[in-house]
């Protein structure tokens, strides 16, 4: 079992007694080594819920969802503290935490494993700046940079730490056409030259071309596996 | 379902994440690398670096810290002062041993006891001295504006060598005077600037009680919460101006040992011999013995105990509010931090940091301005304010445990930074 994800009969509803929604139905996905897979679907169609159960963000409730080798069925809050650390997340919006620079954004995402030293921790995240094109912007505050270099510092946060897997929510969506498509394909790049494969949510129709599939949700099931 | 054709070694094998074999192996790393100084420097420069963002926030909080801080500094000097004054008369007594009525409760208000047990005392080997002391208050009259107020008497032989005030010794041979008494300079001005008046005139007369008695000299003891001043006197000027008291009897006896003398063994022997009418303390016990009844006779005690409570209590709410808001505005970011891998522990300490931050940049600059406050407070009182360290160090304790208080309850916040929600 080598694939990061490889996950089958999965079910989550909200709620509980009369008010239980159910928003996934029987999924079952396989993402292989080294593929982008891009999650399409309407909203409410169970991406963004699937998304999080994959990155251990939430607890499961019935299924099975094996991520980097580990079964999150059962997992305990620690286990899933433990295996987020070697997933990078993209979100939305940046996320970056205002009162840190781009530099110390990035090394965020090396500091949680304390055993790297701090001087490693800054030199790995100038270079991951300087790889996503963002060397000399090292020492500004994310409120100072666009949002196109800000999504870059996002990236280079969740690159920096040599993930096993990149989850990424509609990473486009508050960009322009330019600096999304700029973005994704940055995104991609980075990811597949070193080996990392990308689940990634949009809808974003401009983005389609950097995925090696895409997959649709609709109504809590997937419906459609394509190549794209 | 498409199969693409795997590289050589995976970034997510097991090798690389951790996994099976290669786990045992990142153990002894892990547990070598991170030591406690990461542990608790690393959330603790975040939380830093999350205060010092916002200044005006940050001065708030410092501010609602360094009012916490002066408030408790306040409270508990005038508590501590009140003590020391209450106490200073019989702290600058100089004998080991002590007889006391045991219905005296404070020696501004003191039981009668019978003279004749200084005498009996004296049969004991061990005491070289026995003095009688007298103690009454009295009312003096301004020299200057005519006002009365009412001053504390004290008598006894003055050449006994059992009392040690500042300036006694000099004025001892004027003391022998009839009707001459002792002035303490320290006493609070109502009485009249009588020292100025001194140096002008030399010895003067003034109406203490209904008798007009000669101030033939100063001495420095200061006022305390239950006299505003102070006179010495020998013991036959007190008897001269205490009508109504019977010869036989006296306030308290002090009683000098004869030098290496065991202090506990006389003090024991002395209760043997001595019926139980009186009480027979160490200075010590003396000033614990007078120090209790303020402690717990008066409401003194329980209102600055009350008042530094109530200034943590203000102060935890304000340290609690900043944190609070400051992790309500920063949810996103702490649930971002959770996302990526950071614990829950992890964030805990961050918010704890953040409090102990507080609690020292707010605690050394209200430290400061007590130094000051006391300084201008002492002269506006004439009680003994200043700093101790023992003081300072007990208020950054209740400090720290206000802003630790602060910081766990602020943290049932962190709850709400679910990484959930942030897709």
Known sequence: MTDPISISGLNYAYGEGELRRPVLRDVGLRVHAGEVVLLTGPSGSGKTTLLTLIGALRGMQEGSCRVLGRELMGASERERVRLRRSIGFIFQNHNLLGFLTARQNVAMALEVDAAVPERERLERAGAMLAAVGLAGHEDKPPAKLSGGQRQRVAIARALVAAPGLVLADEPTAALDKVSGGEVAHLLRDMAKSRGTPILMVTHDPRILDIADRVVSMEDGRIVEAAVA | MNVIAKPTLLP??????????????????????????????????????????ERARLFSAMAGVMFAAVLVFMQLGFRSALFDSATRLLTAMEAELFLMNPLTVASFRPEPMPRVRAHQALALPEVAQAVPVY????????????????????????????????????????????????????????????????????????????????????????????????????????????????????????????????????????????????????????????????ETATPIGFIFAFGSIMGLIVGMVIVYQILFSDIANHLREYATLKAIGYSNGYLARVVMAAALILAVIGFLPGAALCVWLYDVVAGATFLPLAMTFERAGLVFALIFGMCAAAGLLAMRKLRDASPADMF
């Open chain 2, 12 to 53: 997510w094998a097991p090798e690389n994440t951790g996994e099976s074999n290669a786990a045992p192996a990142a153990t002894p790393a892990r547990a070598r690398g991170p030591g406690l100084f990461e542990h608790i420097f690393l959330p603790a420069r975040l939380a830093w670096r999350q205060l010092r963002a």
């Open chain 2, 135 to 294: 103690l009454a208050q009295s009312t003096w009259r301004n020299p200057e504006d005519g006002s009365r107020r009412a001053i504390q008497m004290i008598g006894f032989d003055v050449e006994a060598g059992a009392m040690h005030f500042e300036g006694l010794d000099a004025i001892m041979p004027a003391l022998r005077r009839v009707d001459a008494v002792g002035f303490d300079t320290r006493s609070r001005p109502e009485f009249g600037d009588v020292g100025r008046l001194f140096a002008e005139r030399g010895p003067f007369e003034v109406q203490v009680g209904n008798r007009m008695v000669e101030v033939a000299g100063l001495v420095s003891i200061g006022p305390s919460f239950g006299a505003d001043g102070n006179l010495v006197m020998s013991e036959v000027n007190f008897r001269r101006m205490v009508r109504e008291r019977q010869a036989s009897n006296t306030d308290l006896v002090a009683i000098r040992l004869q030098p290496g003398a065991d202090i506990a063994a006389a003090q024991a022997r002395l209760r043997e011999i001595l019926p139980p009418d009186v009480l027979v303390l160490t200075h010590e016990q003396l000033v614990a013995h007078e120090r209790h009844y303020w």
